[in-house]
Structures are given as structure tokens and as C-alpha cells.
């Protein structure tokens, strides 16, 4: 018997996962599910445009998993019911001036290096391919990899296939704590008291550090990193805009376009340090329309539709904390920051084959919680 604690997209899937497996799984969610970081996100699977130095374990890693999503999406649409909105017409980052082309070039090197599909291409062909972008555009990246997905639809779909393959979700019903004897998982408190378990995976996002029970060296170093998100409407019969686009660094933020089915266009997003805090501010919603608007100028006429915030679990290095920690019984899930919708698939098959073998995927290796652990000095 499995406790998940959390049921967010990742909590879910790793839920889904385990019930396919035929494990018997209560998921255990303080709100409803889906609705903390997987609910604020604008549903980016971009592994290719968004590597950065220094990460090449965890591009390999989003990699195999943006290899997942296509029959993981195909799956979700078949046994829910449920369109995850997954689209494939890729991803551009764009450059406005000097400045921006150069970066773009210095990237690009980067990414050739690590072999990704990215590809550098001049303002006319961006123009070509997205008319209504900036006249000023001067090149572009541009990866036909990169694709996106619903957040929310996904969520949804992931939450009904695992109640109908039998598992049990628990909403509004909080886990107070976590219990452990001799160093192993014994069961969990919730709004049903006590109830026994032999394993409990904790998939409670910037939460997850938080939750009474767990012993001091078992708590995963995550914290929350707000983001704030708009979403407009496209009313016109030409779409705005059909690549997810980027737009080039700017000193206040980053900026996001990410188009949706049914004309609802997303405009992302800040990266703010501000505790459990999930205002929606008006300096947030000015960098990020400021940024975005530089991009897609014609944005200024279109109705907003909804703001929001959401709290990324964001981890030390910025990597997610997959796999067992040293209490039998216990697997983290969680620190996925800005890539969980992208590493649900991974993360759920992980925590899946852990669960059914005792070992560990290779690629998750790297992401273990044990990398947090002090090391023992030499003697
Ligand atoms: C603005 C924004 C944009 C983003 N864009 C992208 C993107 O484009 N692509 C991408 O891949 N990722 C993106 N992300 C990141 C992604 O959303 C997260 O990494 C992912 O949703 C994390 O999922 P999770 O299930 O771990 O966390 P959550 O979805 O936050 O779920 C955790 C759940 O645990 C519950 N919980 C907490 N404590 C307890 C407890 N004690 N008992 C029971 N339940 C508990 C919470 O209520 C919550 O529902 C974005 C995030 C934000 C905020």
C-alpha cells in the first residue's frame, strides 16, 4: 500500500504510474488536486531552448522525457476522454537588436555542442513563419522539438484515468504527518487519523520540505519561486501567433508567449523569491507585459482574460529530487522548478520501476536526494 503525498500533475502521474503497476495507491491533497504549480503553468516541453551550461545531466534527462510525452499525452487522451491540448509547432526565441543576435549566436554554439535540434535562422524566415511578431525581428532559434502541452487539461486527464484505474484520491485532506519508526515509513496522519503504509513517495512541491514527521536529513531542500502568469484572448480569425515564443533577456524578466487551443494566448512570467507569497502584482504584471509586448506588439489589443500566480518548487541547483532517501519507504518527488510539467512522465515511470525493482533509473541518478546529503569527512 502506497500514500503519495501531493496531487499535483506530478503526484498524480507518479500515482497513475503505480496503480498501472497494480500497487494500491491512496493520494493524499491538503486543497484540490492540481491546482497548486501545475495549475499556474504555461505547459512548456522546451529541454532544447532552454539548456544552459552546466546542466547537461538534466538535459539528457528532460530530453528522454520530452521523448515521453507523445504517448504519454496519447494515453492520457484515450483512457480520459480528455484533450491535454499537446501541440507541436515548436519553439522560437527571438532576437530584436545587436545584443540579442549575439547571445543567440553564443547559445546556439552551446546547443550544437550538446547535439540539439536548434536551429538558427534569419528575422525574414521568423516574419515568414510568425507574421505578426515585431518588424524589427533579426534572427531567431528556432526548435521543432520543442512543444507544448494544456497544464491544466493534462492535470485533469491524469487525475480521472488514475480514480478510474481504482486508485483513491483523497482532496481537502492534508497529510500532518508523516510516520516513521527504526527508520522506516510506518504510515501517515491525515483527515482520517492514523492509517498504516508501507511507502509513502512525498510529490509535495515547495511544501514538500515541510511536512511534520519526516526526520531532519529527509527533508528535501525545495523552496517556493513565484511566477506570475496573464492569459489574453485572441478574438481575430488569424491566430496571433502559433510557435511558443520567446522573447530576449531583458534587466526586468523574462517573457513568454505561449499560444493555446480556442484563441487563449499565455504571457509568462517572473522569478520572484517571495516565500509562499502568491500576490498578483502590478510591477509582476508590467515586466511581464512590457517584455511580451516588445515581442508581439498587437498583444496591447487583446482582452485579458485571467492573471495568476503559482509556487515552482524550486531546488539548491535548480535540478528536481528524484528517488529513495535513506528512510525505507520513502521516495521524494519533488524540486521539479520550471520543468515538472515537461518531467511528469519521467518522474512517474521512475518512481514506477524504483517501486517494482529497487533500482533506480540511471538518468535519475544524478537527482537523487543523497546528492544534498553532508559528505563524511576524510578520516
Ligand atoms: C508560472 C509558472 C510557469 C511554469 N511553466 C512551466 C512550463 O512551461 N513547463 C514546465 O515543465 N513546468 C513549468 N512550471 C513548473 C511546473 O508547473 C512545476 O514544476 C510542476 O507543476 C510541479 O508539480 P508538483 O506536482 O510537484 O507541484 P504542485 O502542482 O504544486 O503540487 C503539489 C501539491 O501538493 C499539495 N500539498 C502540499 N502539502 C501537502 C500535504 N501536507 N498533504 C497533502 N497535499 C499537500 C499542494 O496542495 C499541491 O497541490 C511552471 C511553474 C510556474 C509557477
Redesign the pocket.
Known amino acids: 500500500m502506497i500514500a503519495v503525498?501531493?496531487?499535483?500533475?506530478?503526484?498524480?502521474?507518479v500515482a497513475w504510474y503505480l496503480r498501472q503497476r497494480g500497487f494500491d495507491v491512496v493520494?493524499?491533497?491538503?486543497?484540490?488536486?492540481?491546482?497548486?504549480?501545475?495549475?499556474?503553468?504555461?505547459?512548456?516541453?522546451?529541454p532544447n531552448l532552454e539548456a544552459e551550461p552546466g546542466e547537461e545531466n538534466l538535459v539528457k534527462l528532460l530530453l528522454e522525457s520530452l521523448k515521453m510525452w507523445p504517448a504519454f499525452a496519447q494515453s492520457l487522451e484515450k483512457q480520459s476522454g480528455i484533450d491535454v491540448g499537446y501541440r507541436t509547432e515548436g519553439t522560437l526565441s527571438v532576437a530584436l537588436n545587436r545584443d540579442d543576435v549575439q547571445r543567440l549566436r553564443f547559445q546556439h554554439r552551446f546547443m550544437k555542442e550538446l547535439g540539439l535540434d536548434v536551429e538558427f535562422i534569419d528575422g525574414e524566415t521568423v516574419l515568414e513563419q510568425e507574421p505578426f511578431i515585431n518588424r524589427n525581428v533579426q534572427a531567431a532559434l528556432h526548435s521543432r522539438s520543442d512543444h507544448?502541452v494544456d497544464?491544466r487539461q493534462a492535470?485533469e486527464a491524469v487525475k480521472k484515468v488514475f480514480m478510474d484505474s481504482g486508485g483513491v484520491l483523497k482532496e481537502r485532506?492534508?497529510?500532518?504527518k508523516v510516520v516513521v519508526e527504526d527508520g522506516m515509513v510506518v504510515g501517515v496522519f491525515?483527515c482520517e487519523g492514523f492509517r498504516s503504509f508501507e511507502n509513502v513517495v512525498l510529490?509535495?512541491?515547495?511544501?514538500?520540505r515541510?511536512?511534520?514527521g519526516l526526520p531532519e536529513q529527509e527533508r528535501p531542500p525545495v523552496r517556493p519561486?513565484?511566477?506570475?502568469?496573464i492569459a489574453v484572448r485572441d478574438t481575430g480569425t488569424t491566430p496571433l501567433v502559433q510557435h511558443v515564443v520567446w522573447g530576449p533577456q531583458r534587466p526586468w524578466g523574462p517573457c513568454?508567449i505561449?499560444p493555446k487551443r480556442g484563441g487563449r494566448i499565455l504571457l509568462?512570467?517572473?522569478v520572484e523569491e517571495k516565500g509562499f507569497d502568491v500576490s498578483v502584482t502590478a510591477g509582476g504584471l508590467m515586466n511581464i507585459l512590457r517584455g511580451c509586448w516588445e515581442v508581439l506588439p498587437a498583444l496591447s489589443e487583446l482582452p485579458v482574460e485571467e492573471v495568476?500566480?503559482?509556487?515552482?518548487?524550486g531546488s539548491p541547483d535548480d535540478a528536481?529530487i528524484i528517488g529513495p532517501s535513506s528512510t525505507k519507504g520513502l521516495f521524494i518527488?519533488?524540486?521539479?522548478?520550471?520543468?515538472?510539467?515537461?518531467?511528469?512522465p519521467f518522474t512517474a515511470k521512475a518512481a514506477a520501476d524504483y517501486m517494482e525493482t529497487g533500482k533506480l533509473d540511471d538518468l535519475a541518478k544524478p537527482f537523487s536526494p543523497q546528492r544534498f546529503k553532508p559528505r563524511d569527512e576524510p578520516g
Open positions: 503525498v501531493g496531487g499535483g500533475l506530478i503526484g498524480l502521474s493520494v493524499y491533497e491538503k486543497n484540490s488536486a492540481g491546482r497548486g504549480a501545475s495549475w499556474a503553468s504555461a505547459g512548456m516541453l522546451a507544448q497544464a492535470v485532506c492534508g497529510v500532518a491525515s510529490a509535495a512541491g515547495p511544501w514538500s515541510h511536512v511534520d519561486v513565484k511566477g506570475q502568469m513568454y505561449v509568462g512570467t517572473t495568476w500566480a503559482g509556487l515552482r518548487p528536481p518527488a519533488t524540486g521539479h522548478f520550471r520543468n515538472g510539467i515537461l518531467l511528469a
